[in-house]
């Protein structure tokens, strides 16, 4: 895309978007050269919040990163807690009971809704209106509750255990769950579809805007909704297997379209996906213990070893060298948007500077996770 | 031809060395397959007869692959590769379940460009760019992670060795636009150059950032 | 960093200042500044359940111009830092700092060995009048915390502070 010609001007403009801009989410920042405005060049700042993780993984032992692993990505910090973990116990061979894995899957997947419906919210803020933030967080606390009842958190868990988890779920938990799929399911077709998705305002801002073709996600390495918005079936949950993700019956949305509203779909349909999951993880919860017997100071064999896990954002993988000794080597963390901002520069191009604010929000961007 | 097999052909490319022993092996072993099968089709019972017969080894290997690695002697075993010595450039199959890695290659620093143009091809996607400091060995190690949509995995690790003193590879930004991002993260945290690329200043460090956090030797 | 003493003036209006500050106190307008985890309980006070705008707080500016108050929600990186800075001089005064969260008060959890790229607390950049402890706080702490930024402008609390002891014989 290029600016159109009756729109050409002699003369171009730099804009600074961010680092305190409430549309980047956060502290991001993107140096916009404009025309007018069409964007001619973006080039994204980084490393507004850059928090030494990798460098903290090194000096710690095992067990205590894994605090850090919740606070790079807030949104769906369980499955950085269970990316992390699924490294070191593959490094260690660390074998995990069955009921602890399930515990995984539904707390990682009420996560993950909620993630959801908090860029939904945020999405939409950014799109000027105000009024689903409010119903986003009724539906949001709901869980949050749920979640504060089995990890002790509200937002930065730190509940997975190396070879199982923290605490176990109780009959509360469980039907506090299944009352709140009920209860998202009666307003998900009015609430989130009749009064956002059908909106006419909504799909003339997201139809055919911020397209990123199969290639380009592809040459950019974008995964999650963005590649899956780009027409890939693309999801680490059934493409790479973890956990007891086999057993569950669930789709991989996918859609063709390529652009913004593309995206905004596939999240939408994720959250019904991720009510299917735990509704059947509930259903054939095992009996037994909920943590193996596990060395408090773990000492991994030499080696690297590389696990990916599928976060409401895409592909997190963690590369794990161990030189046999109580702390990690090295760790590097491979952080699903990092990727798929990476491909920003190149979309954005020509594009209004209005339409470029609703890509980037349709890119979920949780700007601790691309700094880390 | 299962995609890790497919893959892992392609990636011998790099090293004509090996590869014609590999073709001659992997010719061997289609030739031994087909003699086995024109025997299975003669015999009554299957099942003692492929076990008796199957070429060296019984590992949990992709099976053609078995043929092919007893022939190219230079191919360390996947079991234990840090054995004797360091290892040698090649390709090497991992195991999946342990590893999370289903090809491992260790390759010279200027052959990488040539390995993302594989990979490219071959329709993969650049998951991550890493360093590791081997501070007693002296040396720097830089890691390229390639993955693929498909629904069988397939997970490709390049790796190269380069001197501490002088950290210079050549970039793969103009193979691999993602790699641009990543090459500038490396860059922060190893001081390592990549030769040719276009834009090459801290991206996660302070624009005016003159140190390099993650190598062994650092002190803030 | 040193307490900042601002002169006051020769004349002193002391009715129309206390009744002044008792409209500022009721009306804080914060800054939208969410810089890493804690914005987003900075938002859920702001959302529903927690409601923030009963306590006069929920006009949330995205200029500094606007705004009375500055909630440094997060860490502050070494290159965020001039960025933090600027915005707090760029604020008119009378202008009051929360700061929420450990990473805010101390570097919390980012404070450590090796550290090269984390500033270890608000204060070390501007003078905060709140310390809101907790990684991140809940929402109920951020409302205790405008309470009390309210308690220091008029000298008064607005809601009697429940005591621990008394919780067990509210229920």
């Not at chain 1, 255990?161 to 998202?184: C, H, P, Q, S, W």
Request: glycine share 6%; with cysteine.
């Amino acid at each position: 895309m290029t600016v159109p010609i009756e729109c050409r001007q002699d003369e171009t403009f730099v804009l600074n978007l961010g680092p305190q801009h409430p549309a980047t989410h956060g502290v991001l920042r993107v140096k916009l050269t404009l025309d007018g405005e069409y964007i001619v060049e973006a080039e994204p700042v980084l490393g507004y919040i850059h928090r030494m993780h990798e460098k903290m993984a090194e000096d710690r032992n095992f067990a205590q990163f894994m605090p850090n692993t919740a606070r790079m990505d807030y949104l769906h910090a369980l499955a950085f807690n269970h990316g992390y973990c699924l490294v070191v116990e593959r490094a260690a061979g660390i074998e995990v009971p069955e009921r602890a894995e399930y515990i995984r899957v539904i707390t990682v997947e009420l996560n993950r809704l909620i993630s959801h419906i908090l860029w939904w919210a945020a999405f939409l803020l950014d799109l000027g209106g105000f009024t689903p933030l409010l119903y986003a967080f009724d539906d949001r606390e709901q869980v949050l509750d749920l979640l504060e009842r089995v990890t002790g958190s509200r937002l930065t868990y730190c509940y997975f255990r190396f070879g199982g988890v923290y605490n176990d779920i109780d009959d509360e938990f469980i039907t506090g769950t299944y009352a709140f799929i009920k209860r998202l399911r009666s307003r998900m077709p009015t609430q989130y579809h009749a009064l956002v998705t059908g909106n006419i305002i909504l799909q003339k801002r997201l139809k055919g805007i911020g397209i990123i073709t199969e290639e380009q996600s592809r040459r950019y390495g974008c995964t999650g909704p963005v590649a899956r918005g780009s027409g890939i079936n693309y999801d680490i949950r059934k493409n790479e297997p973890y956990s007891v993700y086999p057993e569950f019956d669930f789709d991989v949305p996918v859609y063709h379209e390529c652009d913004s509203m593309a995206r905004y779909m596939v999240r939408m349909d994720e959250m019904e996906q991720s009510m299917r999951i735990i509704e059947q993880a509930l259903d054939k919860l095992p009996d037994g213990p909920v943590k193996a017997k596990v060395p408090k100071i773990l000492k991994p064999a030499e080696g690297d070893y590389w696990a990916s896990v599928e976060t409401a954002r895409g592909n997190l993988g963690h590369r794990l060298v161990c030189d046999g000794k109580k702390n990690p080597y090295k760790l590097k963390l491979r952080s699903p948007t990092f990727c798929n901002l990476s491909c920003f520069a190149e979309v954005s191009e020509g594009m209004l500077l209005a339409d470029a604010l609703a890509f980037m929000g349709s890119l979920d961007l949780v700007i601790p996770e691309i700094d880390r | 031809m299962s995609i890790v097999e497919e893959t892992r052909i392609a990636l011998l490319e790099m090293f004509p060395e090996f590869a014609a022993a590999d073709a001659a092996a992997r010719a061997a072993a289609d030739k031994i397959d087909d003699e086995m099968e024109t025997m299975i089709d003669e015999m009554d019972s299957i099942e003692p007869a492929t076990e008796g017969d199957a070429p060296a080894g019984g590992d949990d290997e992709v099976e053609a692959a078995e043929p092919a690695e007893a022939a190219t002697e230079p191919v360390p075993e996947p079991e234990e590769p840090e054995e004797e010595g360091p290892r040698e450039n090649g390709v090497m199959l991992t195991d999946h379940a342990a590893r999370g890695t289903d090809i491992d290659v260790l390759c010279a620093p200027d052959q990488v460009v040539q390995a993302a143009r594989i990979m490219d091809e071959s329709g993969f996607f650049l998951e991550a760019i890493t360093g590791v400091d081997w501070i007693k060995d002296d040396k720097l190690e830089v890691i390229y992670d390639y993955n693929q949509y498909g629904q069988e995995q397939c997970r490709v690790v390049v790796r190269t060795l380069i001197p501490r003193s002088e950290p210079e590879i050549p970039t793969i930004s103009d193979v691999m636009p993602s790699a641009n991002w990543h090459e500038r993260e490396t860059h922060d945290f190893y001081g390592i150059k990549f030769i040719g690329h276009p834009h090459l200043i801290p991206i996660l460090l302070p624009e005016d950032a003159d140190f390099h956090p993650l190598l062994k030797d650092f002190k803030p | 960093m040193g307490t900042e003493n601002v002169p006051s003036s020769i004349v002193q209006f002391a009715q129309l200042d206390k009744l002044l500050y008792l409209c500022r106190a009721n009306s804080l307008w914060p800054m939208t500044f969410g810089l890493a985890c804690c914005a987003i309980e900075m938002m859920s006070t702001g959302g529903s359940r927690f409601d923030i705008s009963r306590f006069g707080a929920e006009v949330f500016r995205p200029s500094p111009r606007q705004a009375d108050v500055m909630i440094v929600a997060g860490t502050i990186t070494k290159k965020m830092e001039l960025a933090v800075k600027t915005l707090y001089d760029q604020m008119s005064e009378p202008k009051w700092v929360i700061a929420m969260g450990n990473c805010a008060i101390c570097g919390g959890p980012f404070k450590c060995k090796n550290n090269y790229n984390v500033v270890e607390g608000a204060d070390k950049i501007m003078p905060v009048d709140v310390y809101i402890p907790g990684c991140p706080p809940r929402p109920e702490a951020l409302l205790e915390g405008i309470m009390t930024l309210e308690e220091k402008l008029t000298g008064s609390r607005r809601w009697p502070r429940i005591q621990p002891e008394k919780i067990g014989s509210l229920t």
